[in-house]
């Protein structure tokens, strides 16, 4: 258990061996692995089972091949072209490889798989995933009905519950202890109370999601605001591929509600306006199953050329009609639901409006294989790890397929708790500085006590707004400037917010505040990087550069935060490059 | 290839009368009145929101994913549990003021946020975990249909809108309620869990399924359409005359 080593009026200290801060698949599949041996803690924004983790539907990809002909490195061939050959294939190697035994830890722990009629995992298609590279879909994803995601969130909680693992739920960390640039602990606000926590630890992990909220039309909950990540940066570290970031295709048009590739997995087809099964145009062969980013487009491409639907021809069709209703029923039993409470569609008969919404960042904190975090292209900073959504191993590279998210969190949130055992093992803890929560507590101070004419609300509307309007589906130049100017903007106006709620107990008001200067430093790298790669790749249009240029951008993207205005960016903010693992595939024409 | 039509949707403005607390200010909880422009096809989670945000930040609650699998928001709305996020305006009756309110039968931390450690507790108390000794190397076998068997009390979001809508639990703290009993019955009726006996003796307790008087106001309840008051049935048999 939590040992306290001191306390004073305000804050209460803690001390563990193995720190993990978020409490969604990545970090829980970290605590169950670094067990109880050894002090663990849990800290969350949330009560575990209302990450975001829970909302994923479609699967997780592991070449079991029980259904059919399968291995992985059909699978790492699929994932290193599905992410435009940005992917670093020593890492995709482990994920396909790994992907089999973190399957089989899930049904272990009590995951309720949908069944073969042998008793076996049942599989079925997603987008991306072939049989011998390239040649037909294969059913690679194992699946729980259309609800996964849940299950899998559900069956890792009900695995701490049963290992006694320590959680501190409704904390909101702040910030990260660097001292002398090792990491010592990080610092939380505790919602119910406004009290402050410093927790020091030999080995933290992070594993707090993504940022989806830097746009308006998204998929993501309202507490993803990228507060891992962005805390990472504050504190020196680098951001990796931040221009890429994944829009899902099939959103429910105007809400961003996401309906699963798992629809399309089981013979949904997508429509225009006339009818036509369009992704025959744009992916001849696997058609409505290609990746993400290719239907994304298509699908913005047939509404920018007239062929959208509805009275503003905004959005395109998603068809179920000619699937049994009895199929769609077992099968994918949430989604249809959504369509009928938030659009009033009923999917046996009528199609159902679908648009991109933002959905996934494939870039984030830059870790090698063991999840541990680099300060560079290649330097440990030793005692700290990152895994899932808020990291990049990177596995997803330009566009990440479905079903290797949920892969993604069970195979690398099990590294990071595997080596952030072992380290702390042996690790001496790096002392905790003096007065290790002032920033936290001036930061807390200068919100709570806000009083000046911006509403967080509004800004954050105008930043959402931007971003969909400027660093959206497509991008120029010109747009990403834009969207460049109005984020500086609002940072400037961010100086002068006010907030209305000066309680301490669940202080919601100063809780978005605070969220809100994340999304503002995530959205202004994630712009800067767009900007910087001039070349079209992945989910990352460049419509000025509308080509893959290996020869100049075969290279991750790395944004550091600087003191002083770089003169390359015109920002306080540097960016570098970094070479791409290649193993055994070289960069082709990425066709379908 | 008939075109969906969207129907043109006027905006009007919906009152909506919020239970409020905040326990550094008030004595006790009062009503107070918002009105708000809204779309019939917004939720009652975008009229809290659009409070929040345009007239008084300080309007407390819980959210998270919006679109009903969280489990974050489970409120009264008008008398009934529901999720906010799953509640369109243009379902309820606006020519009256929609009354929202926190769920009953937990302490209000301050206005529609509750305490759920009570909730959490007898979730925890029922061992919500599979318990089989053998160690498979590859996966355990389960039929479909044997799949099956559990599949309706997988579904469960521990949002607290069952528990939270029973009379025996708003007068008995100490019932496990019915979110209790629908996570036992996911493990109960698993053909892999070893456990089933123990949970049945847990429930078989003078606050366990015996409690239930099956007034189906945790069925109505639940946003993910569980059949709950048919899963307490169900274990209850099973205590009679064994898992079947």
Request: aromatic share 8%.
């Amino acid at each position: 258990m939590a040992e306290k080593v001191a306390s004073d009026d305000n804050i209460t200290y803690h001390s563990f061996d193995v720190l993990i801060v978020g409490a969604g698949g990545a970090g829980m599949r970290a605590a169950i692995e670094a067990g109880t041996d050894l002090n663990v803690g849990v800290v969350s924004k949330l009560f575990p089972t209302r990450s975001h983790t829970g909302a994923a539907q479609g699967g997780m990809a592991a070449a079991l091949a029980n259904v059919e002909e399968d291995n992985w490195e059909w699978h790492t061939f699929d994932t290193v072209k599905g992410g435009d050959y940005l992917v670093d294939q020593d890492a995709a190697e482990i994920l396909a490889k790994e992907s089999v035994q973190a399957v089989i830890d899930l049904e272990n722990m009590g995951l309720p798989f949908n069944r073969t009629p042998d008793g076996k995992i049942d599989q079925r298609r997603f987008g991306g995933h072939t049989r011998d590279h390239g040649k037909a879909p294969v059913r690679r994803s194992c699946y729980a009905a259309d609800r996964t995601g849940h299950m899998i969130l559900q069956t890792l909680y009900q695995n701490c519950v049963k290992m006694g693992i320590n959680f501190f739920n409704e904390f909101y960390v702040l910030d990260l202890v660097m001292n002398d640039g090792k990491p010592a602990g990080v610092v939380a606000y505790e919602l119910a109370t406004g009290d402050i926590h410093v927790f020091q630890a030999k080995s933290i992990i992070f594993a707090t999601g993504g940022f989806g909220k830097i746009y308006k039309t998204t998929s993501n909950a309202h507490t993803l605001t990228g507060d891992g990540v962005a805390i990472a940066f504050r504190r020196g570290i680098p951001l990796e591929d931040m221009e890429f970031y994944q829009f899902h295709p099939t959103g429910l048009a105007g809400l961003g509600i996401l309906l699963s590739e798992a629809a399309r997995g089981e013979g949904g087809i997508l429509r225009n306006s006339s009818g036509e099964r369009f992704m025959e145009r744009y992916a001849p062969t696997i058609k409505d199953l290609a990746p993400r980013d290719m239907v994304a487009r298509a699908m913005a491409n047939e509404v920018r050329e007239g062929r959208g639907g509805g009275p503003n021809k905004d959005y395109v069709f998603l068809d179920l009609t000619h699937l049994e209703p009895a199929v769609i029923d077992a099968k994918l039993p949430d989604i249809t639901e959504f369509a009928r409470t938030y659009l009033g569609v009923e999917p046996y008969t009528e199609q159902i409006p679908v648009f991109p919404t933002a959905h996934y960042a494939m870039g984030g904190i830059p870790t090698n294989i063991k999840a541990e975090v680099l300060s560079d292209n290649d330097t440990v900073i030793p005692g700290l790890y990152a895994a899932g959504e808020c990291a990049c191993v990177s596995v997803h590279g330009a566009n990440r397929l479905g079903t290797n998210s949920l892969l993604d969190i069970n195979v690398f949130g099990k590294r990071a708790g595997q080596y952030s055992v072992e380290y702390a093992k042996t690790a001496i803890q790096v002392p905790m500085p003096e007065n290790a929560a002032d920033d936290v507590i001036a930061m807390i101070a200068k919100v709570r006590m806000a009083k000046g004419k911006e509403k967080i609300a509004q800004l954050r509307k105008e930043l959402q707004e931007t971003m969909d309007k400027n660093a959206q589906v497509f991008r120029t130049e010109e747009t990403l400037n834009e969207a460049l100017e109005k984020v500086q903007e609002l940072r400037k106006r961010y100086e002068n917010i006010s907030i209305q709620d000066q309680g301490k107990r669940f202080n919601t008001d100063l809780l978005e505040a605070i969220e809100l200067g994340f999304l503002l430093d995530l959205a202004e790298v994630t712009v800067i990087a767009c900007r910087e790669r001039r070349e079209s790749r992945g989910a990352h249009l460049r419509e000025d550069y509308t080509e893959r240029d290996d020869k100049n951008f075969m290279v991750h993207s790395m944004v550091y935060k600087q003191e002083k205005i770089e003169k390359n960016t015109g920002t306080n903010m540097r960016i570098g490059w970094k070479p791409v693992v290649v193993t055994n595939y070289q960069p082709m024409e990425r066709k379908y | 290839m008939a075109e969906l039509s969207v129907p043109t949707i006027e905006s009007f403005t919906v009152t909506l009368i919020v239970r409020r607390f905040d326990p550094e200010n008030d004595t006790e909880p009062k009503w107070e009145d918002f009105d708000v422009e809204m779309y019939g096809t917004d939720r009652v989670l975008d009229a809290l929101h659009k409070i929040k945000w345009e007239q008084d930040g300080s309007l407390t609650f819980r959210r998270s994913c919006a679109h009903g699998v969280c489990g974050s928001d489970a409120m009264r709305i008008n008398g009934r549990n529901r999720l906010a996020c799953k509640t369109l305006i243009k379902d309820l009756d606006i020519s009256k003021p929609i009354y929202v309110e926190p769920i009953k039968g937990l302490p209000v931390e301050k206005d529609l946020i509750v305490d759920m450690t009570p909730f959490y507790k007898a979730y925890l108390e029922i061992n919500p975990f599979l318990v089989a000794t053998d160690k498979p190397k590859k996966e355990r076998l389960q039929s479909p249909e044997d799949r099956a068997r559990y599949d309706d009390t997988t579904k469960c979001i521990l949002c607290a809108a069952c528990t939270s809508s029973c009379p025996v639990f708003w007068t008995d703290g100490q019932y496990f309620g019915p979110a209790a009993i629908v996570n036992a019955h996911r493990f109960i009726f698993d053909s892999r869990d070893e456990n089933a006996e123990l949970r049945l003796d847990i429930l078989n307790d003078k606050e366990g399924v015996w409690r239930c008087r099956t007034t189906f106001n945790c069925t109505e309840a639940c946003p993910r359409g569980i059949e709950v008051t048919k899963a307490i049935a169900e274990v209850k048999q099973a205590i009679l005359r064994g898992r079947a």
